[in-house]
């Protein structure tokens, strides 16, 4: 099969998109909750120009993103970086609605030139047991991400004036979570942070969790949330998602450029995991490949990249019939984390983005 997309290229498909979208419409409808589109995911121009119709805004991370957000529509930044420049720290203070900070440090040194110019908060790691990938894996005990919840509360109730202008608490905890995740993190709010949430204007969530996969339980979700509003009604629940968003919006198509015979056979194609799929070698993960068989066949393949790294190798997989160059090999539900880590390696070019 041939694409009739220039090569390689991720190609998005508005439908797709609208369908997540639309999921989290009925989540704001039904939950009032504040959902901000995490930009590192995903930021093309034009499938942004469509999030940002249903978002209410962008979770940033620095001045490039900020620049990035202001092309579109908004009505909400929130900042938050493991780290940020002192350079930086005011400028994103002054474009933003809430800001949070990862440790105590920079806490202290920022918190009271910022408190006048956006809602500030801080990162907890509420090291909830979860099963999660470890590249993903922010709670953690030994986790850089947030200062740990039991350091927090210790900090906390030692000297509360620390925390003066403290208005929010911002948890990204999960990585590919279920509903049930969530409930464990309301749960760890409602019993740990009884003395603080009185005094809090709102809640970060963060990302993670699986909002538009079919096995998510919308209704536990909007049971759960309304539950922890009508206890807490003065605090403003945020959730920052990004692969939810572009989850099974679109693929990415490439071409078969060279076979060398061999068991399996080698297939060179015109992409590359270092250049166009970083986020497969971060995540180890397997890739879905459209149109192999889900039994052992006689057209087995190793499909590689074009780079010169001898592991730039995406993976052993069997087809229904024998492959041809200059066909186009498809890899499923590829826009998230994937065009966001493009680089130009070994005088690649990265690959094209198509909306249709
Ligand atoms: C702080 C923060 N919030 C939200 C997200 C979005 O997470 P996801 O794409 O898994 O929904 C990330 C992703 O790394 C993150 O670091």
């Known amino acids: 099969m041939q694409s009739r997309y220039p090569s390689p290229c991720f190609v998005m498909e508005k439908k797709k998109l609208d369908k997540n979208l639309k999921i989290f419409s009925i989540l704001k409808e039904k939950t009032n909750i504040t959902w901000l589109y995490t930009l590192k995911c995903f930021h093309e121009s034009e499938g942004l120009a469509h999030i940002s ?6 979770s940033i991370g620095n001045l490039n993103e900020l620049s990035l957000a202001k092309k579109h529509q908004y009505t909400h930044i929130h900042s938050y970086a493991p780290a940020f420049y002192e350079e930086e720290v005011t400028l994103l203070a002054d474009a933003s609605d ?8 920079q806490w202290i040194k920022y918190s009271k030139q910022c408190q006048a ?12 047991s979860l099963s999660q990938p470890s590249y993903c894996d922010t709670s953690h005990k030994k986790s850089r991400l947030g200062m740990s919840y039991m350091h927090f509360i210790s900090e906390y109730n030692k000297d509360s004036q620390t925390f003066e202008y403290l208005e929010g608490l911002h948890f990204h905890a999960f ?4 509903v049930s995740a969530l409930t464990i993190l309301l749960t760890h709010i409602m ?27 919308i209704e536990v979700f909007i049971a759960c949330i309304n539950h922890f509003h009508h206890q807490y009604p003065h605090i403003r629940l945020y959730f920052e998602p990004g692969s939810s968003i572009v989850h ?8 078969i450029l060279d076979i060398i015979e061999d068991n399996p056979s080698k297939v060179i194609l015109d992409t590359s995991i270092e250049s166009h799929l970083l986020d497969v070698a971060i995540t180890k993960q397997s890739l879905n490949v459209k149109g192999i068989s889900k039994t052992k066949t006689p057209y087995v393949y190793e499909l590689t990249g074009m780079s010169c790294i001898a592991g730039d190798i995406i993976g052993i997989y069997y087809f229904d019939k024998p ?22 390696f070994n005088g690649i070019n990265k690959a094209n983005f198509v909306l249709i």
């Open 191 to 217: 019993k740990y942070y009884t003395h603080i949430l009185p005094k809090l204007k709102w809640i970060n969530l963060g990302g993670g969790q699986n909002f538009t996969h079919t096995s998510y339980d």
């Open 117 to 128: 110019k956006t809602s500030l908060g801080i990162r907890i790691n509420p090291q909830l």
């Open 98 to 105: 809430t800001m949070s900070f990862n440790s105590l440090r």
């Open 323 to 344: 492959l041809d160059i200059g066909e186009n090999i498809i890899f499923e539900n590829m826009m998230g984390y994937t065009l966001v880590k493009q680089n130009t």
């Open 53 to 58: 119709h249903v978002s209410s805004g962008f």
């Open 175 to 178: 990585c590919h979570q279920e």
């Open 248 to 255: 099974n919006t679109g693929y990415f198509t490439c071409t």
